[in-house]
């Protein structure tokens, strides 16, 4: 079975996938200085709970936007799963398609295997944004090439931001309205929920409009990271949510580079 690892910024995501189907997946905080054999220790107990082995794993796969931590990660490939990791957009699994950006040397293997697994699941322009550490509308067209897109601060970090530099503020829990739905707070919690959620969904809801009426056709909205779910039941902008679209496009990558 293959082992796609999805190297973020908050977080490391491994998942276990068997002819692209995700048999397991478990998260860890990202941590550059995380050794191969600290990741090997919890990583083995974490597959004997599912009911798997080490050496169930024939093949490793691994797309970072956080170079430091490459080098443990390739060391755990070689040293306990004994196969050389594949490294999305390097060597033998290029990203295999049209870079059509200033900078296409900067654009992050997170946003590049979101464009191939959505590109893969959707036919027609696209704009596909990624809930995580920061918020990404990336602009995917009909041919699957990558036409650019918009970076924003993700909605924990803004929620962090907020809490650092106002000492009056409470930290809160990021959560979906319940009940009756006022945009005008009551005491300085309310208030903070109401800033944070319907002031990220204006954001979400603005900017696809704007993609949207900036090109000209007909795009499809694929909605994908952690926080996704938390967005559905109060806007309508999103045409799909697919929670791993990161992995299944590390998955087609790997199969692209056999």
């Known amino acids: 079975m293959l082992l796609a690892i999805d190297a973020g910024n908050t977080n490391v995501v491994f998942a276990l996938v068997d002819?692209?189907?995700?048999?397991a997946r478990w998260r860890?905080?990202?941590?550059?200085?995380?050794?191969?054999?600290?990741?090997?220790?919890?990583?083995?107990?974490?597959?004997?709970l599912e009911g798997f082995r080490i050496g169930d794993v024939t093949s490793v796969i691994i797309g970072t936007v956080v170079p430091r931590a490459l080098h443990n990660l390739q060391v755990l490939s070689d040293k306990y799963f004994k196969t050389e990791a594949v490294i999305a957009g390097q060597g033998r699994a290029p990203w295999g398609f049209q870079l059509d950006v200033e900078e296409?040397?900067?654009?992050?293997?997170?946003?590049?295997?979101?464009?191939?697994?959505?590109?893969?699941?959707?036919?027609?322009?696209?704009i596909v944004i990624d809930f995580g550490t920061a918020a990404t509308f990336d602009m995917v067209d009909y041919t699957g090439a990558y036409k650019g897109g918009i970076i924003a601060p993700g909605i924990n970090l803004s929620l962090?931001?907020?809490v650092t530099a106002a000492a009056k503020l409470p930290?809160?829990?990021?959560e979906a309205p319940k009940?009756?739905?006022s945009v005008i707070g009551r005491n300085t919690v309310d208030q903070m929920h109401i800033g944070i959620y319907w002031g990220y969904i204006a954001?979400?809801?603005?900017l696809v409009a704007r993609m949207k009426s900036e090109v000209?056709?007909?795009?499809?909205?694929i909605a994908t990271g952690g926080l996704a779910v938390l967005f559905e039941k109060h806007t309508d902008v999103f045409d799909a949510i697919e929670p791993d679209l990161t992995i299944q496009g590390l998955w087609m990558l790997w199969e692209r580079s056999r």
């Open 28 to 48: 860890i905080a990202t941590d550059p200085r995380r050794t191969a054999d600290e990741y090997a220790v919890w990583l083995s107990q974490l597959l004997a």
């Open 171 to 174: 930290r809160i829990a990021i």
């Open 203 to 206: 954001m979400i809801e603005g």
């Open 19 to 23: 002819a692209g189907a995700i048999r």
């Open 216 to 221: 000209g056709r007909p795009l499809k909205v």
């Open 179 to 181: 009940g009756n739905i």
């Open 104 to 126: 296409p040397q900067n654009l992050g293997a997170d946003r590049a295997l979101n464009a191939i697994a959505a590109h893969a699941n959707h036919p027609g322009d696209l």
């Open 160 to 162: 962090d931001a907020l």
